[in-house]
């Protein structure tokens, strides 16, 4: 009777997950000919915000997300998320590409497109808006909202900022207008009483 000998290796869950944006075959033209090596655009984040994009080459697909994954785990940051939107309207621009992120009511769900959508999911945001103008270049739109996550401000300051913009409104304008004229008229009663 044999026994099964075979182990079963358990895999520890990574701390990161790891989403491939874009794989491009590029070339090099030397004196022989053309070098032919593969670009890999991969986005990692831990959904808690953390996030991270890294953009690496290599000979083979497998070599060029491995030194991708390495450069985008260098290249971490620590998002401000407010629930489960980000805390204001932001919009960034790099090289061609502009995204511009709105913060959404939960329920929403991400509403992005292809670039922007990997680096928004891992990065934790639940419920967000955005838009993807100019440049429709994977790897620019990716940078354009990485920056624009890692630009974000929290929420109290935002807050703080926009009580200070706010002007007064009409109505308490009003009220202290006719506050002013009931004074008026009873500083001239009494100047006819006298």
């Given at each position: 009777?044999?026994?099964?000998?075979?182990?079963?290796?358990?895999?520890?869950p990574k701390?990161?997950?790891?989403?491939?944006?874009?794989?491009?075959?590029?070339?090099?033209?030397?004196?022989?000919?053309?070098?032919?090596?593969?670009?890999?655009t991969?986005?990692?984040?831990d959904?808690?915000?953390r996030?991270?994009?890294?953009?690496?080459?290599?000979?083979?697909?497998?070599?060029?997300?491995?030194?991708?994954?390495?450069?985008?785990k260098?290249n971490?940051?620590?998002?401000n998320?407010?629930e489960?939107?980000?805390?204001?309207?932001?919009?960034?621009?790099?090289?061609?590409?502009?995204?511009?992120?709105?913060?959404?009511?939960?329920?929403?769900?991400?509403?992005?497109g292809g670039?922007?959508r990997?680096?928004?999911?891992?990065?934790?945001?639940?419920?967000?808006?955005s838009?993807?103008i100019?440049?429709?270049?994977?790897?620019?739109?990716?940078?354009?909202?990485?920056?624009?996550?890692?630009?974000?401000?929290?929420?109290?300051?935002?807050v703080?900022?926009?009580?200070?913009?706010?002007?007064?409104?009409a109505?308490?304008?009003?009220?202290?207008?006719?506050?002013?004229?009931?004074?008026?008229?009873?500083?001239?009663?009494?100047?006819?009483?006298?």
């Amino acid at each position: 009777m044999v026994e099964n000998t075979r182990r079963t290796f358990e895999r520890e869950p990574k701390e990161f997950e790891e989403k491939v944006v874009q794989i491009d075959r590029v070339t090099r033209v030397v004196k022989g000919g053309r070098r032919f090596r593969f670009r890999a655009t991969v986005v990692i984040g831990d959904r808690k915000g953390r996030v991270g994009v890294g953009v690496a080459k290599a000979s083979q697909v497998v070599l060029a997300i491995q030194k991708a994954v390495a450069q985008a785990k260098k290249n971490l940051v620590t998002i401000n998320i407010h629930e489960t939107s980000i805390p204001h309207e932001i919009m960034k621009e790099y090289c061609g590409a502009k995204v511009f992120l709105k913060p959404a009511c939960p329920g929403t769900g991400v509403i992005a497109g292809g670039a922007v959508r990997a680096v928004i999911e891992v990065s934790g945001i639940k419920d967000i808006l955005s838009k993807m103008i100019g440049s429709s270049n994977k790897i620019n739109n990716v940078y354009a909202t990485f920056e624009a996550l890692k630009s974000l401000s929290e929420r109290e300051t935002v807050v703080k900022a926009e009580k200070k913009q706010r002007p007064e409104s009409a109505e308490t304008k009003k009220g202290t207008k006719i506050k002013e004229d009931k004074t008026v008229k009873s500083k001239e009663k009494l100047k006819g009483k006298r």
